[in-house]
């Protein structure tokens, strides 16, 4: 039965199986967890935290209802089963699986408007993700952003069931990771404390999300030029101060010293991000060091000296157990193979498309410009972002293909090299990054969630959409009590 359509079954992402009970329990009480394992102990707290935010009651105490949290071996790692009948149980395939299994439990309580009375449905809910990957990704370098903040839009996530949260850290307007080897590299005002991002790190990790750091280079990278110049800038005969000097190998020492720190705080990841996008080449082909540098390794042009770059990336971030991620910018071609095993997040279609990223072997995570960005002049509706899949991607710019032509991969070929799907907030103020959020996460967390493999890439009907919106409303209502 899928009482997942109904409106007055408020959970989003739509759980994959529901079998509704008869009536409703009471919880006049409260309820009292428990759990045998001592991984379940922070998820348990969690648990009683929300549940005391959104209905007052001071759970934990006799007589209230229990509460079982439990790892089920026999269950997919990312699975997990909800029974509420006299009591409550939970078991997920592993603790994050549990701790979104506490979302749907805290989107599920109603409270009377008269009497107060908590309620939550007799339900059996069997449920789990299509993607594994879905994302929210905050640029923190163009506009400062506060901590309080960061930690709401972890909230956000794991309301919505969205396991990964990716900072941008570095761009042209500032570096904000705070660097123990090279402390020069830290803007003014804007470079956030080490302890800050542990906390945050932490907080992330007690909500089933993982914080994916990124440093933007080669390109993007004006704030670490202006302050390190002497490392960093090119000196060839047209000025380019966006683009880090390739040619030099105190640059790649310095790159080196910097994954090795972004592993030390963000331990709970094991992807590190280091841009590689929206590379201006004008200068690199007239820096000596970059000419002699070319010779020395039999690159031909630039723009192989940049593919030479990004394996070097891959070597650095694949020597610390970790998988390198990357913007699409690279070309089609080359005499440097770009490897294999790193992961593109596809977004503009114009320097490579995915279907050749995926006739080459790349693994892909879909960040595709319209609908999944999120700008100050550019942004699309919850019910368009709803209407698009994982396998699609479309542009607004006429420099890209996918504008006029918009990409459908077919999801056979597709399913295993397409991990998921990423909303992308970009040159946003702090004021403004949850609201301009809140409403467009939920419905590509929908889309990445609830759909199978008969009905990914199927275009939702009206209905569907407005049933969408009808219980985004609701747990919008729900959101406000938690982030308050």
Not at 133 to 152: C, N, P, S
Request: with cysteine; proline share 5%; hydrophobic share 40%.
């Amino acid at each position: 039965m899928d009482a997942g359509k109904s409106p007055s079954f408020p959970v989003i992402p739509r759980p994959v199986e529901i079998n509704r009970g008869d009536g409703t329990m009471a919880l006049e009480h409260g309820i009292i967890a428990s759990c045998h394992d001592p991984a379940l102990e922070p998820v348990k707290e969690l648990l009683l935290k929300y549940w005391n935010k959104v209905t007052g009651q001071a759970s934990g105490k006799e007589p209230g209802i229990p509460v079982m949290l439990e790892l089920d071996g026999n269950l997919e790692k990312g699975q997990h089963i909800i029974e509420i009948t006299d009591c409550i149980k939970i078991k997920g395939g592993c603790r994050n699986a549990v701790i979104q299994a506490i979302a749907t439990i805290i989107q599920l309580i109603h409270v009377g408007d008269t009497s107060g009375v908590v309620h939550l449905p007799k339900v059996k809910i069997e449920d789990g993700a299509f993607a594994p990957y879905r994302g929210l990704m905050i640029d923190v370098a163009r506009k400062k952003h506060k901590v309080k903040t960061l930690k709401r839009l972890v909230i956000l996530c794991w309301f919505y069931k969205v396991n990964h949260l990716h900072l941008h850290l570095s761009d042209k307007q500032s570096f904000t990771f705070p660097s123990m080897k090279y402390p020069r590299l830290g803007t003014r005002r804007r470079t956030f404390s080490r302890n800050d991002l542990a906390t945050l790190v932490e907080f992330a990790w007690k909500h089933g999300v993982t914080i994916i750091p990124e440093i933007d280079i080669p390109g993007h990278s004006g704030a670490m030029i202006r302050s390190m110049p002497g490392v960093f800038k090119l000196k060839g005969a047209v000025e380019n101060n966006g683009v880090i000097n390739m040619g030099k190998e105190i640059v790649y020492e310095v790159i080196d010293a910097l994954i090795t720190e972004l592993c030390e705080v963000f331990t709970t990841t094991n992807w590190i991000h280091l841009g590689a996008d929206e590379v201006n080449f004008k200068g690199i082909d007239t820096d000596p060091d970059c000419i002699e540098f070319m010779k020395r390794h039999g690159l031909d042009n630039p723009h192989e000296l940049y593919r030479y770059f990004i394996t070097r990336l891959n070597d650095m971030v694949k020597a610390r157990g970790k998988t390198l991620c990357i913007w699409e910018g690279f070309l089609p071609g080359g005499k440097i193979e770009i490897p294999k095993d790193l992961i593109v997040f596809e977004f503009e279609c114009r320097w490579n498309r995915p279907e050749n990223l995926l006739e080459g072997g790349y693994t892909m995570v879909n960040t595709s410009w319209r609908p999944l960005y999120v700008t100050k002049r550019k942004h699309w509706t919850p019910r368009e972002i709803y209407r698009w899949n994982m396998f699609l991607w479309r542009n607004h710019s006429s420099a890209s293909p996918a504008t006029l032509h918009p990409i459908q991969l077919d999801i056979d070929d597709a399913i295993e090299s397409v991990l998921g799907a990423q909303v992308c907030s970009w040159s946003q103020k702090n004021r403004v990054e949850l609201e301009t959020t809140r409403n467009r996460l939920p419905a590509m967390a929908e889309r990445t969630w609830s759909v199978t493999r008969e009905t990914a890439i199927t275009v939702p009907s009206d209905d569907l959409v407005e049933n969408f919106m009808k219980r985004l409303q609701l747990t919008n209502d729900r959101l406000s009590k938690l982030i308050t």
